[in-house]
């Protein structure tokens, strides 16, 4: 993992840390398909790979921020100055199912939120060796190369990822309508990832945990992409993100529902 220039150091900090996390993933995912256990057994070693990851990185931030608030998947909010809007919002492996698995697409994700306002995030897939960062005011980045979505149009048909549930049917009977194509990979970070890099037009998902989304959020803003917690449709918690075309397609499909 590289690290950036002195331009950036909160994300630097951060890259640290999940460097840190990333080895323990992949070295436990080296060993999944190799372990002759139980499904309860294995369930029970991938949730102590997942608190051994979001320990390293708690450690690392810690060092760096001992004032800040954290807000973890795993060991929940830890308020080191209650009353200070300052917080790390982590999810140390974002994917967990698929890891369980042996599915090769996990990430780690890691957001820092000031004053209500997120400034600086990370999504970094460890398999494929890929950086997602962004800093506020500077932009959104994959690995050193910038990510814009200043196109004004689609350029092909359009591609979502929706976390896909039993009732559901009519959402996507309205995405078949406009001829979109579906995809659910289970790594909610990666899909807003995708967005800002251009590889998916959008997200919808219903009722995201802070830490699925904080990262990727800042991710499709910095962008020059669009982000909201208010479907254009009667759906509680839904939540929404995408180029600004890919963004317009989606309300526009959904408000059919």
Same mark, same amino acid.
């Given at each position: ?19 840190? #996390?990333?080895?323990? &993933? ?20 991938? *949730? ?25 998947? !795993?060991?929940?909010?830890? !308020? *080191?100055?209650?009353?200070? !809007? %300052? ?9 967990? %199912? ?10 780690? %994700? ?16 460890? +398999? ?18 910038? +990510? ?5 149009? +689609? ?18 009977? #309205?995405?078949?309508? $406009? ?11 990666? #899909? ?11 997200? +919808? !998902? ?12 800042? &991710? ?20 929404? *993100? ?5 963004? $317009? ?9």
């Amino acid at each position: 993992m590289f690290i950036l220039s002195t331009h950036a150091p909160l994300v630097n900090i951060i890259l640290k840390a999940v460097s840190s #996390a990333s080895k323990v &993933l992949v070295r436990d995912f080296g060993e999944v398909g190799f372990l002759q256990s139980s499904e309860k057994g294995l369930g029970s070693f991938v *949730a102590k790979t997942d608190k051994r990851a979001e320990s390293a990185i708690y450690r690392v931030l810690k060092e760096h921020f001992p004032r800040h608030n954290f807000l973890m998947e !795993e060991a929940g909010r830890i !308020e *080191a100055s209650p009353g200070l !809007e %300052s917080w790390l919002i982590v999810d140390p492996l974002d994917g967990s %199912s698929n890891f369980f698995r042996g599915i090769p697409h996990f990430a780690i %994700s890691v957001a820092v939120q000031e004053a209500g306002e997120l400034v600086a995030a990370v999504v970094y897939d460890p +398999l494929k060796n890929e950086v997602f960062w962004a800093h506020k005011g500077m932009g959104a980045f994959l690995n050193r190369t910038r +990510l814009r979505l200043n196109s004004p149009k +689609l350029s092909c048909q359009p591609m979502f990822s929706m976390n896909l549930r039993r009732d559901q049917d009519s959402e996507l009977k #309205a995405l078949r309508r $406009i001829e979109a194509k579906v995809r659910s990979f289970g790594v909610t970070s990666l #899909a807003l990832a995708y967005v800002a890099a251009g590889r998916f037009d959008g997200v +919808l !998902e219903w009722n995201p945990n802070p830490w699925d989304v904080a990262a990727g959020m800042l &991710l499709v803003k910095e962008a020059g992409g669009q982000v909201s917690h208010k479907a254009p449709f009667e759906k509680k918690n839904a939540f929404m *993100a995408g180029s600004i075309p890919g963004y $317009i397609l989606l309300s526009q499909a959904l408000r059919t529902v």
